[in-house]
């Protein structure tokens, strides 16, 4: 056995192949406690087969199984879309502060002011980056603020005798989210077409806008990374007809500091925290939503809102369910630990740190761009936002697809960006890589990206076998998400 053998053999190990008859990691005291009767034999069982194993066998066992996670700690991680920026320690640490996480969500409003407040803060920074007059922090995910938002926009038209504007315009570059949140709001969902530009197409805007409009849903930047300079005058339209404009800023990474959706037009819009406010996220939350709205949706927006009472001592606050309320998101009020990490985010930037971010956030875009677009086809050739989306149409002309240049990345410890999306794109690589990478990592990144191009011409088999490094190689990914198979059993 080479030395190569044996800790590729370790690296597979499971407790069960630490166990020893007999071996115990702990030593529990006699118990005092005097011996209680049994209970039905039916409700006990007998096969419960576990691994005797050592303290040291189990804390080893863990930490390779941790390290063999991919995560913004460990390397590059350029998943466009999600924006996996580094989370900030401080968030967790401030998180972590026993008067935040040792409090109960149903504990009397007067016992938790500090926690009211943080909350009543938080969505005032939010409305102050929006530009909107109100928000509720209640959704829990950024596809669960735009059911919200669409909500809200059904119970509007409802509330002014106008239940038949059933139809809600989507951009055919937007995240699937959209489409599946309107669905489940009770609309109809007419897919718009993308103009050459990579925007949203202005005369399928005015084609669609008639009295059964109830509203569009845009991103801003779209999902090519791409800012469309007709925005306002797209919000003008659906306004015009009678509909109310969603936006979806799960990607504030662009706008912070520099342009609010209130001014552009919109009506209401959800912020992902777990993406531009740098809170962990993957793995499917915990995660925050929140809605901001403009005037005309306030009074339905999730219920609870803060608020502040202004009283002759002291400020005081509490929760309270707006007049035309959709009602509750969930059983709470959202991820607290979440909206501590966000807050704490925020603060720690303050105003003239994010509009930096933003600033960063698209300067390492296009320098990804112009680096690789001799390489990489650009799939619109326009100055980018926050994002960049490449098609690896000249390497599938040579057999090589975009999934085995994602696999590869990972022999070169980059995780794959986002890919075959969006889905306007043929063999599209969507590659966001925050403003949180310094000039180096993008350079070595830029690097692996060229060798990678290299191998497609000169030694593609390394691709289509990719990735090599990983204990176990290409899954049926589709079926593990499906059917996760998370119970160990006993061999
Ligand atoms: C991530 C994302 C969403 C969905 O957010 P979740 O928190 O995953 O529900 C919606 N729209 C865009 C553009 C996104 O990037």
Excluded at 87 to 105: E, L, T
Excluded at 127 to 152: D, F, K, N, R
Excluded at 222 to 250: K, S, W
Excluded at 415 to 432: G, K, R, S
């Amino acid at each position: 056995m080479t030395t190569h053998d044996i800790s590729a053999q370790r690296a597979h190990q499971t407790l069960w192949d630490l166990s020893a008859p007999g071996r115990s990691g702990i030593r529990l005291p006699e118990s005092d406690v005097p011996k209680q009767p049994m209970p039905d034999a039916s409700l006990l069982r007998e096969d419960l087969r576990l691994p005797e194993v050592s303290e040291l066998d189990v804390v080893r066992h863990y930490t390779r199984l941790a390290q063999k996670n991919f995560s913004v700690d460990t390397n590059f991680y350029p998943l466009g879309s999600c924006t996996m920026k580094y989370n900030p320690k401080i968030n967790d640490m401030v998180a972590s502060q026993p008067g935040f996480s040792g409090i109960h969500p149903l504990q009397p409003e007067e016992t938790v002011q500090g926690a009211l407040e943080l909350m009543y803060r938080l969505q005032r920074d939010l409305q102050a980056i929006t530009g909107m007059p109100a928000g509720s922090l209640a959704p829990l995910a950024g596809a669960h603020g735009e059911l919200a938002g669409v909500l809200m926009i059904k119970a509007y038209h409802e509330a002014n005798g106008e239940p038949d504007r059933k139809v809600m315009l989507i951009p055919d570059s937007a995240h699937g989210t959209n489409p599946a949140s309107a669905s489940m709001g009770g609309f109809e969902v007419v897919t718009l077409p993308s103009d050459s530009n990579g925007s949203l197409d202005l005369a399928a805007v005015e084609a669609a806008a008639n009295d059964r409009l109830a509203g569009l849903m845009i991103t801003i930047p779209n999902t090519l990374g791409l800012f469309n300079p007709n925005i306002a005058r797209i919000c003008e339209i659906v306004h015009g007809a009678g509909g109310l404009v969603y936006g979806d800023g799960a990607n504030m990474n662009a706008l912070l500091g520099r342009a609010r959706p209130y001014d552009l037009g919109f009506d209401v819009v959800h912020l992902n925290l777990h993406k531009t406010t740098s809170t962990p996220h993957g793995g499917g939350g915990p995660g925050a939503g929140p809605v901001c709205v403009g005037e005309r949706l306030a009074p339905y927006l999730p219920s609870p809102v803060v608020e502040m009472v202004e009283d002759a001592e002291r400020a005081r606050y509490r929760f309270a369910t707006p007049a035309n309320s959709i009602g509750t998101m969930s059983a709470g009020h959202g991820n607290f630990g979440v909206l501590v990490r966000s807050y704490t985010y925020l603060r720690a930037l303050g105003a003239d740190g994010l509009r930096q971010a933003s600033g960063d956030a698209v300067l390492n875009a296009n320098y990804l761009r112009r680096k690789l677009e001799h390489v990489y086809r650009v799939a619109v050739d326009r100055t980018c936002m926050h994002e960049v989306v490449f098609t690896g149409r000249p390497q599938r002309e040579k057999g090589v697809k975009a999934l085995d240049i994602s696999k590869r990345m990972i022999d070169y410890g980059v995780h794959p960006p986002t890919m075959y999306f969006p889905l306007i794109v043929e063999e599209a690589l969507m590659v966001e890589p925050t403003e949180t990478e310094s000039k180096e990592t993008l350079d070595a990144f830029i690097e692996v990206m060229i060798a990678i191009a290299r191998e497609v011409e000169e030694s593609p088999e390394l691709l289509h076998e990719a990735p090599h490094v990983t204990p176990v190689g290409r899954l049926d990914e589709a079926r593990a998400a499906r059917q996760p198979d998370l119970r160990w059993q006993a061999p």
